[in-house]
């Protein structure tokens, strides 16, 4: 290990001074110092509150009922996603506490200093779009609720490229917001964490006791069927349905880094994601049913979407509550998970001229230009084709990931060498080869038999076809297999 570097007690790794190539390095890409790392297990137990309640998750139990699955099939299904995508998550996020780097520095460890910003890249387009989807959402609640308290002119306001005008602004206002909120740093979105949490929490059980009382009791959705039992029917969907649950997390099993790398320790990081991902997740996706349950008592439909339901409320008061918890379970979820990420990785493409705020910035405007609205029409392309490709595509860079920092180097970095050209993570001009073999033929039997909605119907590579439904497991299963089989020097450079 390099001399460059102090190992202290709990493990943690920090530098002597901070790298200065501006082409690897800049305040935002070097390890955080010790004393700066002073998040605790409350820190990312909220982080995994605020980012888990959300719109897109309270209806990921929606989409799977309109598969087939009863509520008790598709809570399970959640629950055993996020159990599953908590593994890696936790793995990845091991080496951001131990050296305080972000996942763009990780990957460096394993792509090379340039070949990094493949993965990174990767990751901050699926970001991107993620990042648009959560925008469209909050703009679509402030669209809907506001229109309770202006009257019909808003929501019959003359229309522009398909959409009132004023879905437009509604759209507009909360991107501004966002991005306020963002260009404040880190330290601003962990105290805006730490309030946003606990009051969504709040809001959803009074969402929850709101139509519970309205109701008179649940509905009759509790006692609906299955309409594909537990035989050969219902596992037909169900492993699918489980690889785009994991998809739905498998980008924050990539960047967690960006996070844990403000960790006061290892404890903290694991206690406060095992306590905040599969439980609030699960917990929300119960809550979904028991709302929408109470909905088809009192509506005779059920109402899956909570903006809709809010904007059935006949109190001004009532409504304006549910536009504030809308408003802040969607911002919470986008700017840790959407923002976060992709600011740190076009930081890591061009250190000299891209800042964190700068990257955040590009990834607003990149959020409304993919066309977000389009993304999430269909409930069938948006957990199969949407969740499932991103899931099997970042799957394979997890795989090669966890491959190289817990198999081969046994969680043992140089530090400084993250950031120094010529060093032992050069390998050719900057390009492990092996990283990017693992990721290409990964991502290769991952996504290359999907299919259905855009993809043809016997898959793009048809001989794949069989294995698209499991698209996380195989991507990251060969992935991490093969980055092992054809790095034995990795490992044997890490003991030096």
Known sequence: MSIDQTTHADGRVELAADPSDPRFASPDLNPVPVARRSWTTYNFLALWVGMAHNIPSWTLASGLVALGMDWKQAVLTIALGNLVVLIPMILTGHAGTKYGIPFPVLARASFGLRGANLPAMLRAAVACAWFGI???????????????????????????????????????????????????????????????????????????????????????????????????????????????????????????PDFTRFGGSQRAQIRGQALGLPTTMTLFA??????????????????????????????????????????VATLSVNIAANVVSPAYDLAHLLPRFVNFRTGALVTGVVGIVIMPWKLITDPQIYIFTWLGVVGGLLGTVAGVLIADYWLLRRTRLDLADLYRPGGRYWYAAGWNWRAVTALVVGGLLAVGGSYGGPFPADGLIPVLRPLADYGWAVGFGSATLLYVLISPGVREAARR
Do not use: C, H
């Open 134 to 256: 959560q925008t469209w959402i909050g703009g679509e609640g402030i669209f809907l609720l506001a229109g309770k308290l202006f009257g019909p002119w808003w929501q019959e306001a003359a229309e522009i490229g398909g959409e009132p005008w004023t879905q437009w602004l509604a759209f507009g206002v909360f991107w501004l917001i966002e991005m306020a909120i963002i260009a404040r740093g880190m330290e601003t979105l962990r105290r805006f964490e730490n309030w946003a949490a606990p009051f969504v929490i709040v809001g959803a059980l009074a969402l929850l006791a709101w139509i519970t009382a309205k109701a008179g009791g649940l509905g009759p959705l509790l006692d609906q069927p299955s309409k594909l039992g537990w035989g050969s029917e219902f596992w037909k969907v169900f492993f699918p349905a489980l690889m785009g649950m994991i998809g739905f997390w498998s980008t924050l099993a990539l960047n967690i």
């Open 286 to 327: 119960l809550l979904s049913v028991l709302v929408t349950s109470g909905s088809q008592a009192v509506y005779g439909e059920p109402l899956w979407d909570p903006i809709a339901l809010a904007a059935k409320m006949d109190s001004v008061t009532g409504t304006l509550f549910a536009l504030l918890v809308v408003l």
